[in-house]
Structure formats: structure tokens, C-alpha cells
């Protein structure tokens, strides 16, 4: 089964879209299937007997469970006879499916691999049966529902479904006594699990890719033991601590090895016997999903049937009615949160306030007092954190600035069974510097390096907001903010009646556009729960009983979606994985990227010769500031890029055939014209406004090197093989409206080397440009052999099949350039532009000649 949890989200914008232990689901993919695990130790001096040696069959019941035992009762009894582990299964509980959470209760010393590894991690899932096999045996297996089959009729193809897909047996046990209950006819049967919770599996304990990540060897047996198990009515909880030889991760550098110990928690979830009613995932409203393939669905093939992940909200019996009426009525069962108790207290009522803000969303879709955050219950010893029973915010104390919210469903249905939100200590310098550098210029209280408790809680609730989003299974929406008119976000009362984005699941962080003289407050500044996640709740969880299944409810969502999408353009779903779409971009605002990234360099340049006097602390060198100059040179560069994705852009708004009109439309060379006009005055006409001798002088950082990163950056996303490739087909589509390839390096051209045709001196900003350029367009026409195979674009997009012209064209645009730059250099103005012509000609040369 996949899992479905997000150790990484980069949700708060480390690293921008992936993260060495990321795990999130983009478009809907069939759940993976789980490795058959090795039986521990099998055959190892007292860990039971070897593999093959006969059963000695099931002895008499109080033989094997003596007056010595203690039992606790719940999902099924657990016995402890002196130290041995027995589980007695009844009947009842034979064949269901049982989802395995394991998560780390407490982390080994120095055990940590960049974001993994930390207490609170979960670190394998899987869904079992135990089953009755042959010889007096229970079969532990492992299942998976990547395939499916509802028709069990004669012929249908159930049978032959089943035949292909044979669950893998992870451990069979011997029966060791049977409990009747004569007067029921009702039995259960008892087996030894010493061996198996005390040895090392993939089912209950490290799934083997994250032991891989975090260096993990062998277990060893005589530092690893059973600690706790605990039986409840719908759950049993393990704990072990379990000790492994840690490999260094790299020996060279020289990394720590040695022993690593780990408490570790298995939770055993019983799952529903009759899954929840699924709702099919639709690409025009944003939800994680899960899925399988269907061989009934289509008579004349198969189909790949994708499910959303959500909780699971229905009425009381007695409130059934009441719903039906349009009133609000409270959930059978609401969704709860629970803080870890680590939580830092000061920050635990904005916590709560980022889960409890949701309440309104679900009112959408009927429910009220839905969804609530809660402290740990003082005194219960019956709670922990751990228990997969529970949704907790786990505070972690960690250097890493980010936050996560993942979750964990039923791959049957899109269920989701529980979340563990990953809340990282140093989050908070992540959500500081980025108030800092996107709203100083226009809120006071941003310019220090030390916020008020109450601006940082009011930080705190609305990352705690957005987790929470994902949590219920809400995707980011990176094309949310791109429905709003960039003009409308100077408008005081418009921007803090609305917000600056209809979304709180894109990355729009906060209102950068808005100018000291529009007098936004907080209100304005602050993304918040909008209108697209209050439409995406209702859609998610309102509650239809009159559909069957999550096919029956097709035609109906279908209809729906496209009636609410024509009726209000603000409720527009854009993916985070879209390569092409200038729309859906993280960190951007407004429907124009040209106008809004001119106010927020405007703001920019309010901050950079106040930033030195915003960063001082007594006692304190220079670091703040340092930080907070990269902090804006980074800005600056989010801003050039949400730029240049306009050029070579493609729009793709998924639809259904009944809405008609176009899925995907080339960007207009209007707009692409633009971008590129933006691009020579903001960026490769020196943006001077970046070199600050004063904040140079004290923090070592050189102007030249800030600004030819971003130059670098910036070209290198436009003038690569596929954005050329892009416009070829444009220009193919449609050559009387297009943008050519051509025509755009021109542009380009002629912007950054404006000096040849007057034979003018070059500043060293502007060799240091060309040599840039020049470099990337080598590359382009050169380029090195592929280390690795790249990557496959994500879905949704434009179905590019590989053109070779965009190659032509660099290079004609290469030889072109190396014609004017010899025609230029003989009448150049000084020696140092005469050598910077004379370098930029022979590393044309040797490009075009193929001898790098």
C-alpha cells in the first residue's frame, strides 16, 4: 500500500518542491505493494524453532495460557506468561484488515538524517490479515490493493483477479492452543508472537528504504526487547526498543557509526469492515488520492479508479433528517487534534486556533464543531502520542525550519484513519524571515530580528492552518492566488475583506504587493482559510446518501464542480507539479507576475538601506544581517523566476467534455513579450539598487556575486532546450501569433549585449552578464554528457514529443553572436572590454567547434 505520509513536506518552502525523504502524492497512483519481509532470525539459537521442523500441534488452552498470564482484552486478547508474547485471535477477527502505523516514540542519539529520524516519525505502514492456513498455521500477510475486482459472478473476473494477485504469507505461526466457547460454536486460536515482536520485520518496524536512509545495519538481539503491549477496543499498541549497527552514512568524510537505539511504536488499527463510501478524485478540486486499478469499470479494458483521502464525516442517526434539511448538525464522529504536550505553552493556543479556524469549512458541507484542536488530556496514562487512534501535533526540537502534515488512509477507500503533524522548533525563523523580507517596507512590527509573542503566534496559526489543510487531505493550490487582479491587492477594503489569495494551501505567504500608502493592516497581509478551501472542504465532505458508491456520485460532482467553477472564477484549482503553467507558481501573487513583482521590488528597495539598523542586536556581529540580505537577494530571484515561466508558458485548465473550450493554450506572445521586457529592466540592466557597499564592507557579501546568481538562475530557465522546443511548437501551432524561438533569443540578445552595435565600454556587471549568458548558451549548444537520467514531467502537462530545432536555433543564435562580437571587438572602447570580447569569442568558438 502507498504511503500516503509526507516526511518532508517541503510545505513551508525548504528546498521549494522536494525533499531527500519526501513522500507526496501529486496525481493519483496506485498504492504500492509491500515487500514480502524476511521471518526474523528463523532458526537462531533460542528464537524459536528452525524453519521446517513439524508443528507440534495446538495443546490444551490453560496449558499455554497458565494462571500465571496476563491478559488484557480489546481488538484481541494480548497474554503475557512470564516473558512470552501470545495473541488470541477469535474468529471475528480472522480475514479483516488491520493497518500497521509504526512511527519512532524516541529517537536515537545522533540518529537523524536531514528531516527523518526524529520522535514522532512514522517510519513504515502496511495493511495485514492474519488467516488460517493449513497444518495448524495463522498466516500473517501483507495486502494490497493495487488491483481490484467487485464481480464475483461465474464469469466475471474477480476469480481470475485473485488468481494474479496472491498476498504475500510475512510469517506464519503455529497454533498453540484453542479457546471454544461451547456455548457460541465460537473459537479463538492463540499463537506465540515472542519471537516476531522481538526480532526485526518490515511489517511492524523499520520499512527498509527509510532504515536505508537513516544507515541502519543489523538489529541487535541482545540490546533489543519488548517493552510495553497494550490491547484496546479497536487498537494494540507495541512498543520495543530496538537497537541497530548504524552504518556511517559516508565513511570518507568520516560519519558516525556505531550502535543506534530506538523506541519504537506499532500500532495495529483494526479497519473498517465495511470501507467508507469513496469519493472519486476530480483534477479540477485539489485532493490527495489513492487508487486502483478496476477490471470491472470498463467492459472493454481496464480502469484506473482514483479515490480522494478524507475523514470520515457523517450524521448522528437522530440528526440524519436535520441534514437532509440543510441544518447543521454535529458529526458521529468529530475530527480531533491533540498537542503534543512538548509544545512550547505560549505557542499552543495559536496551534489550537490554526486547527479550530477550519470549523467554518466544514459548516460549508454542514457539519458544525467538526474539527477541533485539544491538549493532552492531564493525567491520562491511557493516552500516548503514538497511538494511531490519535491526530497529534508533534513538536519536534529541531534546527530544520519547516513544518509537515501528513497523513495516513485506508487504501480501500481514501479513509483517512489518522495525521501526526510534524511541527519543527525552528519554524519560526522560517515564517520571521519571510514576514521580514515580504512585509517590512509596510508593517513596523516586521522590521527586527525578534518578533512580539503575538505577531509570531498569529505566523504560528496560519502554518498550523495550512498543515491542517493537508492533513484532511487538501493538496496545495499553487494556482489560488492567480485569480486575483494585482491591482486589488493595494485595495485596503477589498484585500482585508477577501485576503490576498482565495487560499491558504498555495504558497502566497504574504502580501508583497502592497505599497506603505495603501494602509493594509494584518488583515490584508495574512493568508487565511478562503474561499477556494471552504469550497474544497464542502466538495470533499458534504455528506450524500443517496449515492451507492463513489461512481453513482460522478455524474452529480461533475455538475456541481462546473457550476460553482463558472460562478465564481476564485475557486480555480492549480496544481503544485505543473512545470509549464505560469498560473501555478509557489511564492507568487496576482494574475500578472510582471506588475505584481514590480511592487515587490519597490518594497525591496525600501528594505535594503534600512536593513542594516532592522537586524542590530547588542552584543551581535553581523550574521542577521547577512542572512536578511540573502533573504531579499532571494526574493528578488522568486520574483525573476515567477517572471520567466511566462516565456515558453502553456496554460492548462483541466476540464470535463460537457464545459467545453480549450485544456491547454500557449501563454500570448503579448504576455511573453512582456516577461521578457521586465527581465532587461529589472535584471540585466544592473539592478544597482542590490549593491550596498555598507552592508558588503561588514558581512563579506559582494553585490556582483548576489546579482549574477540571480542573472544565472533567471537565463538559465529560459534559454534551455525545452523552453526552446516549447516555442517551436508554438510557433508550428500557430506561426502568425506565436513567440518564435528565434525571435525571443533575439530579444534577449539585444537587451544584454546592447553595447556592440554603439562599440561602448561594459561595465563589469554587465561582462560579468554576458559571460553568463554566453556560458548558458554553450551549454545549449554543447552540453555535457548526462550524469542521470532526468526526470519524467509530472502530470498535468503538455505532451511535448522531443524536437531537435531548438538546438538549431541556439546554435544559430550562437553564431550569430560570435559574428558581432568579432565585428565589435577591434573598435572596443577600452582593454578590459577588448579581452572581455575577445574570452566571450573563443568560448563561442569552442562550443560551436564541439571541443568541450
Known sequence: MRKSYLIFSVCLGIGVTAGAQRKKPTTPAPDTARKQTMSPMMGAPGMGRPQGAPSQGPKPYKEVITGKAVTQSGMFKVHKVEDRYFFELADSILNRDILVVSRISKAAVGGRAQMMGYAGDEINENVIRFEKGPN????????????????????????????????????????????????????????????????????????????????????????????????????????????????????????????????????????????????????????????????????????????????????????????????????????VYYIDPATPKKWVPYLIAGVNDWQAAFEKAGFKNAIVAKEVPAGDSTFGLEDARHNVIIYKPSDIPNASGPHVHDPRSGEIMETHV???????????????????????????????????????????????????????????????????????????????????????RFNYVAQPEDNITEKGIFPRIGDYDMWAIEWGYKWKPEFATGAD????????????????????????????????????????????????????????????????????????????????????????????????????????????????????????????????????????????????????????????????????????????????????????TAYSASEMLNDLKKGIFSELPARKAISIYRRNLQKIYVNVLADMVAPAPATAPQLPMQRPSFNLTPITDGLSVAKAQAKSLLSEIKAAAPAAADAATRAHLQDLADRLTTALDNKK
Open 136 to 335: 495448524n498455521k495463522v498466516f500473517l500477510k501483507s495486502i494490497s490493493y493495487m488491483e481490484m475486482s467487485s464481480d464475483s459472478s461465474k464469469n466475471g473476473m474477480f476469480r481470475s483477479v485473485l488468481n494474479s494477485n496472491l498476498q504475500p504469507i510475512a510469517q506464519a505461526f503455529d497454533i498453540k492452543a484453542v479457546n471454544k466457547d461451547s456455548a457460541s460454536d465460537k473459537s479463538a486460536v492463540v499463537i506465540d508472537v515472542t519471537e516476531y515482536i522481538g526480532g526485526d520485520n518490515d511489517i511492524l518496524f523499520f520499512d527498509a528504504s527509510v532504515k536505508k536512509g537513516l544507515s541502519l545495519g543489523m538489529m541487535a538481539s541482545d540490546r533489543s526487547y519488548v517493552e510495553d503491549i497494550k490491547a484496546y477496543p479497536m487498537n494494540v499498541e507495541i512498543k520495543t526498543v530496538k537497537t541497530y549497527n548504524k552504518q556511517a552514512a559516508n565513511p570518507m568524510m568520516g560519519g558516525a557509526s556505531g550502535p543506534a537505539t530506538y523506541e519504537l511504536n506499532s500500532s495495529m488499527v483494526l479497519l473498517p469492515k465495511v470501507p467508507m463510501k469513496s469519493r472519486y478524485f476530480d483534477s479540477r478540486v485539489g485532493y490527495f488520492a489513492t487508487g486502483y486499478t478496476d477490471f470491472d469499470a470498463n467492459p472493454q479494458g481496464v480502469k484506473r479508479v482514483s479515490m480522494i483521502t478524507r475523514f470520515r464525516l457523517e450524521p448522528k442517526a437522530e440528526d440524519v433528517e436535520k441534514y437532509k434539511r440543510g441544518e447543521l448538525v454535529e458529526p458521529k464522529e468529530p475530527i
Open 422 to 508: 510534524n511541527w519543527y522548533h525552528n519554524v519560526m525563523s522560517l515564517v520571521h524571515n519571510w514576514y521580514m523580507v515580504q512585509a517590512a517596507a509596510i508593517d513596523p512590527k516586521a522590521r527586527k530580528m525578534q518578533f512580539d509573542d503575538e505577531l509570531m503566534g498569529q505566523l504560528i496559526r496560519f502554518v498550523s492552518s495550512h498543515e491542517i489543510g493537508h492533513t484532511l487531505g487538501l493538496r496545495h493550490n499553487f494556482g489560488s492566488s492567480s485569480t486575483v487582479p494585482v491591482e486589488k491587492l493595494r485595495d485596503k477594503a477589498f484585500v482585508e475583506a477577501n485576503g490576498h489569495t482565495p487560499s491558504i494551501m498555495d504558497y502566497a
Open 553 to 736: 456520485e460522478k455524474e452529480w460532482s461533475n455538475k456541481w464542480i462546473i457550476e460553482r467553477l463558472n460562478a465564481n472564477k476564485r475557486l480555480w484549482f492549480g496544481t503544485e507539479m505543473d512545470q509549464n503553467d505560469p498560473r501555478c507558481q509557489n511564492e507568487d501573487l496576482g494574475d500578472n507576475a510582471m506588475k505584481a513583482s514590480a511592487y515587490g521590488i519597490k518594497n525591496l528597495q525600501r528594505i535594503i538601506p534600512q536593513l542594516e539598523q532592522w537586524t542590530k542586536q547588542s552584543a551581535e556581529g553581523y550574521d542577521d544581517l547577512k542572512t536578511m540580505y540573502g533573504e531579499v537577494t532571494g526574493q528578488f530571484s522568486r520574483y525573476m523566476g515567477h517572471v520567466a515561466k511566462n516565456i515558453g508558458g502553456i496554460y492548462t485548465t483541466p476540464k470535463s467534455v460537457e464545459q467545453g473550450g480549450d485544456v491547454f493554450e500557449y501563454v500570448p506572445k503579448a504576455t511573453q513579450k512582456e516577461a521578457m521586457q521586465f527581465l532587461q529592466q529589472q535584471l540585466f540592466t544592473t539592478p544597482e539598487w542590490l549593491v550596498n557597499k555598507r552592508i558588503a564592507s561588514v558581512t563579506g557579501t559582494s553585490g556582483l556575486s548576489s546579482i549574477a546568481s540571480v542573472q544565472t538562475y533567471t537565463l538559465a530557465r529560459i534559454m534551455n532546450t525545452a523552453t526552446l522546443n516549447k516555442l517551436v511548437q508554438f510557433e508550428a501551432a500557430s506561426p502568425a
